[in-house]
């Protein structure tokens, strides 16, 4: 019984040299500072984001927090004040502007524009992706067309033509997220 490796001794030290030599010229086309390693220029991406914002849009006022041992009232949250940190950050190189989702349900803003005051404030910063959560189905695909319609279509107001980023969206052919079925 033949119990040899089906490549002969020859072949097999063809096939390293072969690879070696592949490995050697990969590590040739990245570059290399002198030691060997490869070198590339570095960037710098600076990322902001927000999600959950769940269609609170108003600040909450009044809200009472114990800074060093004092009860201060304060007010928290609003768009308003998403808006003013982004636009504060907008000379900052590379900046990358994300909302991770969740972005619609959770106040009468909601229950009165379906989403379509959120889109509203949400292209008063014009972020550069929008990655819906699980909250923006939660009145169907129908609602949340609308919502990404008002949130990149110009005719629907969406000046910034914000993209929507999702690799797990699968919507059933006929509904308004697939109408032809696409």
């Not at 927090?65 to 900052?92: H, I, M, P, S």
């Not at 990655?131 to 189905?137: C, L, Q, R, S, T």
Request: one cysteine or more.
């Amino acid at each position: 019984m033949n119990t040899s490796h089906p490549l002969s001794s020859a072949r097999r030290l063809a096939a390293w040299s072969a690879l070696g030599a592949a490995a050697l010229v990969l590590t040739a086309c990245g570059g290399s500072d002198g030691d060997g390693a490869p070198s590339f220029k570095a960037i710098e991406l600076n990322i902001a984001h927000i999600n959950d914002h769940h269609s609170q849009l108003d600040a909450f006022a009044g809200t009472e927090l114990t800074l060093d041992g004092v009860a201060t009232q304060v007010e928290l949250g609003g768009f308003a004040r998403q808006t003013a940190v982004f636009k504060a950050l907008a000379g900052t190189p590379n900046l990358l502007k994300l909302h991770a989702g969740d972005a619609i349900t959770g106040s009468l803003y909601y229950t009165f524009f379906k989403g379509k005051a959120d889109a509203q404030m949400m292209n008063s910063i014009c972020f550069d992706a929008f990655v819906p959560g699980n909250h923006e189905f939660d009145d169907g695909d129908g609602v949340f067309k609308g919502f990404l319609d008002a949130l990149a279509d110009p005719a629907n107001g969406g000046n910034c033509k914000t993209p929507t980023v999702s690799a797990n969206i699968v919507p059933q052919a006929g509904t308004p997220l697939a109408p032809a079925g696409a």
